[in-house]
T-cell receptor, first 112, second 115 residues
Framework: NAGVTQTPKFQVLKTGQSMTLQCAQD?????MSWYRQDPGMGLRLIHY???????DQGEVPNGYNVSRSTTEDFPLRLLSAAPSQTSVYFC???????????FGQGTRLTVV | AQSVTQLDSHVSVSEGTPVLLRCNYS??????LFWYVQHPNKGLQLLLK??????LVKGINGFEAEFKKSETSFHLTKPSAHMSDAAEYFC?????????????FGTGTQLKVEL
């Protein structure tokens, strides 16, 4: 049972480049979310999904897009990378209300 | 709106002594509360969760937390610290509106365990 798998683990982008961070879970969870972690700020919600075909914005959505075509996958797209998007990104999934969330190992992104 | 305040950004204890990591929350509705641990360069692991059952919640690795509604607190404790407990700990609240699908994280408490 792999849990939540994120790829890549590390990435360096140039300003203006686009890329997609991949997230897949094999637990048949309906809920999935993307967070970014910055020093001293905890984790902040970027986008989330309550099921295939349904997504919504979190606290810091600007510069990011998501889609949820299947239950298993929830990719995060950076449209035009900026240095302010340098961060560690975590994908998470859950059964839902009151259930704990399972986190991936993170993607460390640097934008130069 | 919901929010979480972790009262200490850094806590240092000696191995074998008790651990107390403090967390206060604010939530408009009956919340679910969690503690997660993050070891260096790792993902987050769920330590324990409160979802309106028993107010004293036991988690993994000897940690426990007590939900006190009157004090809006959910402090994390462990009777005896171990070197392997050194990590960053996050208190997290999730309210039950909208299916409880939004987590709000505290800013984290870095626990240092000394010999």
């Amino acid at each position: 049972n792999a849990g939540v798998t994120q790829t890549p683990k590390f990435q360096v982008l140039k300003t203006g480049q686009s890329m997609t961070l991949q997230c897949a879970q094999d637990m048949n969870h309906e809920y999935m979310s993307w967070y970014r972690q910055d020093p001293g700020m905890g984790l902040r919600l970027i986008h989330y999904s309550v099921g295939a075909g349904i997504t919504d914005q979190g606290e810091v959505p600007n510069g990011y897009n998501v889609s949820r075509s299947t239950t298993e996958d929830f990719p995060l797209r950076l449209l035009s990378a900026a240095p302010s998007q340098t961060s560690v990104y975590f994908c998470a999934s859950s059964y839902g209300t009151g259930a704990g969330w399972f986190f991936g190992q993170g993607t460390r992104l640097t934008v130069v | 709106a919901q929010s979480v305040t972790q009262l200490d950004s850094h806590v240092s204890v000696s191995e074998g002594t008790p651990v107390l990591l403090r967390c206060n929350y604010s939530s408009s509705y009956s919340p679910s509360l969690f503690w997660y641990v993050q070891h260096p360069n790792k993902g987050l692991q769920l330590l324990l969760k409160y979802t309106s059952a028993a107010t004293l919640v036991k988690g993994i690795n000897g940690f426990e937390a007590e939900f006190k509604k009157s004090e809006t607190s959910f402090h994390l404790t462990k009777p005896s610290a171990h070197m392997s407990d050194a990590a960053e700990y996050f208190c997290v609240v999730s309210d039950r509106t909208g299916g409880g699908n939004k987590l709000t994280f505290g800013t984290g408490t870095q626990l240092k365990v000394e010999l």
